[in-house]
């Protein structure tokens, strides 16, 4: 096969766009979107549960959801969906199947902003942006764990 057309193809499927999951949840994530903003709109909050619940399966006793297909947030694989809250934080957030580092990066190309107040402690790495007062991207992996990356949108994190 000519690489033009290969080169083609990979931009043709590149440019797709998101699917309206991926879209929504992304939003979600990334604290473009919030759903403090419309949880008391029962047209939003049906909406989007039934894409939420059409696309995600109960994985565990702990709030988290799997996704029953791929889907994608800021590019990277999720294997989890947390959407009321992960430990202390009350926000929502979905694990990346990435590395810190490469997480920190599709996150801030996502943006258009770096994250700050980066740190190294009690076994975690964590950077941040606050965007507003309650509402903070963070970005979380454990020290040494060189698969996953937690991503989310806190409104509220009890230290």
């Known amino acids: 096969m000519k690489l033009a057309p290969l080169l083609a193809l990979v ?10 999951v991926e879209t929504a949840i992304e939003r979600l994530a990334t604290c473009q979107d ?29 709030g988290s959801f799997a996704p029953k297909e791929k889907v994608r947030v800021v590019g990277l694989p999720v294997t989890l969906v947390y959407p009321e809250s992960v430990g202390m934080g009350v926000g929502f957030s979905v694990v990346l199947d990435a590395t810190f580092d490469t997480a920190r990066e599709s996150v801030e190309k996502a943006l258009g902003k770096k994250l700050g107040d980066c740190d190294v402690s009690d076994g975690m790495r964590t950077c941040g942006l606050e965007l507003e007062k309650e509402k903070t991207i963070t970005l979380m992996a454990g020290e040494h764990d060189t698969k996953r990356t937690l991503l989310g949108c806190y409104y509220f994190y009890a230290k």
Do not use: M, Y
């Not at 709109?41 to 399966?57: C, H, I, N, R, Y």
């Open 34 to 62: 919030s759903w403090r903003d419309w949880k008391d709109d029962p047209a939003q909050s049906k909406k989007v549960g039934e894409l939420f619940t059409s696309t995600f399966e109960q994985a565990g006793k702990d």
């Open 11 to 20: 931009s043709l499927v590149a440019l797709q766009p998101a699917k309206p």
